[in-house]
Nanobody, 123 residues
Framework: VQLQAYGGGLAQAGGSLRLSCAAS????????VGWFRQAPGLEREFVAT????????YIADSVKGRFTISRDNAKNTVYLQMNSLKPEDTAIYYC?????????????????WGQGTLVTVSS
């Protein structure tokens, strides 16, 4: 499956953005999808993941209560709704897919990665 993340941009602290991850391929519904982010000089960080049919989600503590993940398999798209944004949310956000049969926050478990979209939050 090939992925493309988009929707990043500049937001003010307290604002919102919605990222989208568009997938190609007829087997998209067979993949769990995750969002990760990487800020300058820092390691890649897990943000959220969603199961095949959106029945289960797993959100990182650092964004819990502010970010939600959802998917529309009919549109081959996964969304990351980001509310109450903080300057520390500034990063390149990547979506990734894996079909190992369980949700995971481990980056190496994901087989396909999108190119990333930049989110900048100003204070």
């Amino acid at each position: 499956v090939q992925l493309q993340a988009y929707g990043g941009g500049l937001a003010q602290a307290g604002g919102s953005l919605r990222l989208s991850c568009a997938a190609s391929g007829r087997t998209f519904s067979s993949y769990a999808v995750g969002w990760f982010r990487q800020a300058p000089g820092l390691e890649r960080e897990f943000v959220a993941t969603i199961s095949l049919r959106a029945g289960t989600t797993y959100i990182a503590d650092s964004v819990k209560g502010r970010f939600t993940i959802s998917r529309d398999n009919a549109k081959n798209t996964v969304y990351l709704q980001m509310n109450s944004l903080k300057p520390e949310d500034t990063a390149i956000y990547y979506c990734a897919a894996q079909n190992r049969g369980f949700l995971t926050d481990s980056g190496p478990a994901y087989d396909s990665w999108g190119q990333g979209t930049l989110v900048t939050v100003s204070s």
